[in-house]
């Protein structure tokens, strides 16, 4: 649970903004900036099951010893990573951030909804994953991670072209897209 929860909090420090400088490379490609770097993240994703997997193996089962490089990281990160203006801007209220998610409750929650159900759906495959493989009879690799870095690099395979895609014709369209569910 803690493993987790700090994994989820770092995520949710370092994914918005850099998905922001991502967009803002480059004006003219910023979709396509936006999804090369969506597309590293999930290659790395990608091969961490294999990577977790042979660390298991070599480390005879003692994966508690990954703890201390992870927490060098992240204590490095705390030293080294100092927020810009932090004296400058006004710090924002949870109760604030709330009340204005709680006026887009309806589309809003409805992504929110999707994107959960989503998740959970695709982290419970990549769960079972290996279980899968080994009752079909697959080969080790695709069960120690090859069948989940397939997976998930097929999902992001097509990212990058359609980025550019977006860049090339969805800003030519002139009108804001609406999503109605």
């Known amino acids: 649970f803690v493993v987790m929860l700090f994994l989820r909090l770092g995520q949710a420090l370092y994914h918005p903004a850099g998905a922001s400088l991502a967009g803002n490379l480059s ?7 936006l999804s090369v770097f969506i597309a590293a993240g999930m290659f790395g994703f990608a091969f961490s099951h294999t990577a977790f997997s042979q660390a298991y193996q070599l480390l ?3 994966t508690q010893w990954l703890l201390i490089p992870a927490g060098v990281i992240v204590l490095l990160a705390m030293l080294w990573l100092k927020p810009e203006h932090a004296t400058a801007r006004k710090p924002v209220a949870i109760r604030d951030a709330v009340a204005t998610l709680v006026r887009l409750r309806g589309d809003l929650f409805a992504l929110f909804l999707i994107q959960s159900i989503v998740s959970s759906v695709m982290l419970g495959i990549l769960f079972l994953m ?3 493989m080994e009752a079909r009879g697959y ?3 695709l ?7 397939l997976w998930i690099l097929g ?3 097509p990212m990058i072209p359609i980025g550019h895609v977006a860049d090339r014709i969805g800003r030519e369209t ?8």
Do not use: K, Q, Y
């Not at 004006?27 to 900036?33: D, E, P």
């Not at 002139?174 to 569910?181: F, S």
């Open 60 to 62: 005879g089962g003692h």
């Open 174 to 181: 002139g009108g804001a897209v609406e999503l109605r569910i």
């Open 27 to 33: 004006g003219r490609r910023r979709s396509t900036m």
């Open 130 to 132: 290996p279980e899968f």
């Open 143 to 149: 069960r120690d991670g090859g069948a989940s870095a």
């Open 155 to 157: 999902a992001v395979a």
């Open 139 to 141: 080969p080790n690799w």
